[in-house]
C-alpha cells in the first residue's frame, strides 16, 4: 500500500496502472465458501465536504448548526474535528476518512497566506485517506494542485509555514479530469483502501462544471467531463478488478429546503440527486458537497436498490457517517444494513492538541498581517441577497472596486457573488482589535482569492448581454447568479420574462446604457476570463491591469470611516 500511495502521488496515470495491478494481486483467488454461514466487515466511512481551510472554528452564522428542532449550537473547527473523528473510529474496529472536495481554496487567512499547507499538514496528521478534488482545490490552477499533492515549496513565495512541504499524504481524486492533450487521466481516478482483507473502492471527481467556476487559465490543460459516465466507467474497472464495494465522493449536491443535519429536503431533479440516483449499481454509497447544505438521503440506484446520498454542512462542522456491512465472501455491501448519518462537530469535546499545535503554529505566522487594522464600519454589513439578488457588501465590493479603477477610465464596476465568502461583522474578532474595527484577516475573510481588478471597455450592448447571462440553463435547471453592481448603475428584471429577455431599464449615472456606446467597466479577472459563464465579458477590449481585490477593498475601507451598508435598490425584480 505504501508503493502505490507514493505511485499516486507521483502520477495519475502511474496510479491507475498500480491501482489495477493492486487490486488484481489482491482479489485471486477468492477462495468462495459455499454452504457456510457470511461472515462480514464491518466499516465506517468518515466523510468531511468543503472544510474550505476553516481550521479556526467558524463564526458567526458559518459556526452554527441548525438542528430539527430549530435550534442551533457552536460546531466547528480542525481541532474538535479531530477529536470527534478519533471518538467516531473509536467506536468501530474499520474506519475510512474520506473528502469530497473543496477542503481547501477561498480559505481565511490563517491558512491560505501559506497557501492552504497548514490545511493539508491537519488533514495529514487526521489521517485522511483519500479525497475528491472540489472546484476550489483548482482555484490557483492545476499545476499549483499537483503541487499541493506532491509538496515543494510555492515558486513565487517559497516555504513560508515550515521550512519545507511534503505534500498531501493521501490521493486527491479527479476521475473526470483529464488531459486535453492526450484525455489521459489529469489525477488519479480511484483509490483502494484495504479493510480486514476486503478491498473497498473510492472514486472521486469534482462537478464537471469547473471550468466556469474558477479562473480558466489555471486549467487551460485541463478537460472535465460527464460525472455520471466518469463514475460509470471506473466503476466497471474496479468490479472487474474485483473490487465489489464501491464508494463515490463527488463533489456536486443539491440545496435543500431547510431541515436538521438528517432530514432529506433536497430539491428533486438536482444535480447531486440525479447522479446519486443515475451512477451505476456497482456504487454503494454516494458522498456529495459543493452546496454547502446538508442532508440525510436514500436514493434508488437503477437496479432498484437503496443507498445513501448524504452531504454534511461545510466549513467542519459536521462529519457525514456511513456505517456499510460488506460480506467477506462475495465482497458486496450488504445494503440493506447501512447506516447513515450527518454528526455534528460540536465544541463541547477536548481539542486535539496536535492538531492545536498546528492551528497555533499558523496563528502566530499569520496574526501581525490578519491583526492589522484596514479600516471602521459602524455596523453588520451582510453578504445576504435580497428577493432581487442585490446585497449590502456586494454593493460595498462593487463601490471599493469601481474606486479603486477610475483613474483608468471605470465607470461602472460588477462584483460577482460567489466572490463574497464572508459577512463584514461590527463585533471585534477574538483577536480584540475593538467593535467596528476591520481587520485585514477579516477583510481577507469576505475576499480570498486575491482576483486582479481588470478594466475593459465594453459596449452597452455587451453590458446588456452579461447582464442577461445572470441567467443560465445548467444541467436543465435554471441557475441564477445576479451581479453586484456599484453606485450609479440601477436595472429590473423580471422573473417571468424568458432567459435572454429578463433585464430592462439599464440606467448609468440617471442616462439609459446606450447599446452602441463605449464604456469602461470594471470586473475582476476570474469574470474577465468568462468565469460563472460570463462570456460577454471575455468580448472587452482595451484591458487594463488593475490591483488586487483585496487591496481595493481594504483601501476603501480605510478612505470611508464608519462604513455603513450600501443602500439597497439598484436591483429590482418584477413578477
Same mark, same amino acid.
Request: aromatic share 6%.
Given at each position: ?100 472536495? +473543496? ?33 476550489? =482545490? ?113 463533489? @456536486? ?24 440516483? @443515475? ?74 492538541? =496536535? ?67 464572508? +459577512? ?17 484577516? =477579516? ?24 447582464? =442577461? ?14 451581479? @453586484? ?91
Amino acid at each position: 500500500m505504501t508503493s502505490f500511495r507514493r505511485t499516486a502521488q507521483r502520477s495519475a496515470a502511474l496510479a491507475v496502472t498500480a491501482a489495477a495491478a493492486l487490486a488484481v494481486t489482491l482479489v485471486q483467488n477468492p477462495a468462495l465458501a459455499d454452504n457456510k454461514p457470511p461472515r462480514t466487515v464491518d466499516v465506517r466511512l468518515i466523510g468531511i465536504n468543503d472544510l474550505h481551510g476553516n481550521i479556526e472554528p467558524p463564526t458567526g452564522s458559518s459556526g452554527r448548526v441548525t438542528l430539527s428542532d430549530g435550534t442551533q449550537v457552536e460546531a466547528g473547527g480542525a481541532a474538535f474535528n479531530a477529536t470527534h473523528i478519533k471518538n467516531l473510529q473509536a467506536e468501530v474496529r474499520n474506519s475510512v476518512i474520506v473528502g469530497q472536495g +473543496d477542503l481547501i481554496g477561498a480559505s481565511p487567512i490563517v491558512s491560505a497566506l501559506f497557501h492552504d499547507e497548514p490545511t493539508i499538514e491537519v488533514l495529514n496528521q487526521v489521517g485522511m485517506d483519500t479525497t475528491a478534488a472540489g472546484n476550489h =482545490e483548482f482555484d490557483e490552477g492545476y499545476q499549483e494542485l499537483l503541487r499541493m499533492q506532491r509538496g515543494g515549496c510555492h515558486p513565487t513565495d517559497g516555504c513560508q509555514f515550515r521550512e519545507t512541504y511534503d505534500g498531501a499524504k493521501f490521493p486527491i481524486l479527479g476521475a473526470n479530469v483529464t488531459l486535453a492533450k492526450n484525455d489521459r487521466p489529469a489525477l488519479p481516478p480511484f483509490w483502494v483502501e484495504f479493510r480486514d482483507g476486503v478491498p473497498i473502492g473510492f472514486i472521486g471527481m469534482p462537478l464537471k462544471d469547473v471550468p466556469i467556476l474558477v479562473d480558466p487559465n489555471g486549467i487551460k490543460e485541463l478537460e472535465f467531463g460527464d460525472e455520471i459516465a466518469a463514475a460509470n466507467r471506473y466503476a466497471d474497472l474496479l468490479n472487474w478488478l474485483g473490487v465489489k464495494s464501491i464508494v463515490l465522493l463527488i463533489h @456536486q449536491g443539491d440545496n435543500t429546503a431547510g431541515g436538521g443535519p438528517d432530514e432529506c429536503r433536497t430539491v428533486v431533479g438536482g444535480p447531486g440527486r440525479k447522479i446519486a440516483e @443515475q451512477v451505476s449499481p456497482k456504487i454503494d454509497a454516494v458522498f456529495s458537497g459543493h452546496s454547502h447544505q446538508h442532508y440525510n438521503c436514500t436514493v434508488t440506484d437503477p437496479a432498484g436498490n437503496p443507498r445513501p446520498f448524504i452531504e454534511g454542512l461545510a466549513f467542519g462542522r459536521e462529519l457525514s457517517v456511513v456505517d456499510i456491512k460488506i460480506d467477506k465472501r462475495t465482497r458486496e455491501v450488504i445494503r440493506s444494513a447501512t447506516v447513515a448519518r450527518n454528526h455534528v462537530v460540536t465544541k463541547n469535546v477536548t481539542a486535539d492538541p =496536535e492538531i492545536q499545535a498546528i492551528i497555533d503554529l499558523a496563528k502566530s505566522k499569520s496574526g501581525p498581517i490578519a491583526n492589522r487594522p484596514v479600516g471602521t464600519i459602524a455596523q453588520d454589513i451582510l453578504r445576504a441577497q435580497n428577493p432581487a439578488g442585490e446585497s449590502a457588501l456586494g454593493n460595498l465590493i462593487a463601490d471599493s472596486q469601481l474606486a479603486a479603477t477610475r483613474g483608468n477610465g471605470a465607470v461602472l464596476a460588477l462584483m460577482n457573488p460567489g466572490g463574497v465568502r464572508a +459577512d463584514l461583522l461590527y463585533a471585534s474578532s477574538p483577536a480584540g482589535e475593538g467593535n467596528g474595527v476591520v481587520t485585514y484577516g =477579516e477583510t481577507f475573510t469576505v475576499q480570498p482569492f486575491g482576483n486582479i481588478l481588470q478594466t475593459v471597455t465594453l459596449t452597452g450592448a455587451q453590458i446588456k448581454a452579461a447582464l =442577461e447571462q445572470q441567467w443560465q440553463v445548467v444541467n436543465g435547471a435554471t441557475r441564477q447568479i445576479i451581479l @453586484q453592481p456599484s453606485n450609479g448603475l440601477t436595472y429590473s428584471w423580471s422573473a417571468s420574462a424568458p432567459i435572454g429577455s429578463k433585464v430592462s431599464n439599464v440606467v448609468l449615472n440617471g442616462t439609459p446604457l446606450d447599446p452602441a456606446a463605449s464604456y469602461r467597466v470594471t470586473i475582476n479577472s476570474f469574470l474577465q476570463g468568462g468565469g460563472d459563464g460570463f462570456s460577454a465579458f471575455t468580448g472587452g477590449t482595451a484591458i487594463t491591469g488593475g490591483g488586487i481585490d483585496l487591496d481595493g477593498f481594504s483601501a476603501y475601507l480605510a478612505a470611508n470611516p464608519n462604513t455603513t451598508p450600501p443602500a439597497l435598490g439598484r436591483i429590482t425584480a418584477t413578477p
